[in-house]
């Protein structure tokens, strides 16, 4: 063969490998799961939710939330200053979450989890537990909640501020 042609050759070989370990690069940290779901009332959004909800995202290629309705929040004894439509708003602007539908009772899960074929549901580990009747629907996954922070905490601060302030 021609030397130029040989080089040709060569380049074209080292390129077709470089290709396949690429292939298999992106195979080995593909997403492993498709849709994730979680549940919560997000009220006040904060640094918990946020890195809950990212961490849940990246478990797999979406995510949807089941956001608690008010009405379901009187059902769960909390108090949320934020109305549904809001939280339902706020939370439809972060690039992670994907969609958001409503929360309105404890039994949904198992529907919903089927309805939206979700493979994974992720909650903050202070549900541990709670949920793993629906491991034979889905992977269910516990992620670690982020310390010295809740909805009620953020609400409780505020409030003592705006009073010391006033
Ligand atoms: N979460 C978390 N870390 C926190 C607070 C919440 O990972 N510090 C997670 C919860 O485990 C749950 C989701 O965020 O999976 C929604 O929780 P939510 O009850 O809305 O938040 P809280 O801040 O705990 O609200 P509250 O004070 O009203 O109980």
Known sequence: MHKAGKGIWCTMLR???????????????????????????????HIGHIRLLKRARALGSS????????????????EALQPYKERKAILESLRFVDKVIPEDSWEQKKLDVKKYGAAVLAMGSDWKGKFDDLKKYCRIVYLPRTKNISSTGVKKHAATKYIRNA
């Open 15 to 45: 390129m077709s490998k470089m290709g396949r370990a690429r292939t298999r690069k992106t195979k080995q940290t593909a997403k492993t799961y498709g849709t994730v779901i979680t549940y919560g009332t997000f009220d006040v959004l």
């Open 63 to 78: 995510l949807i939330v089941g956001l608690s309705t008010d009405a379901f929040n009187v059902l769960k004894h909390k």
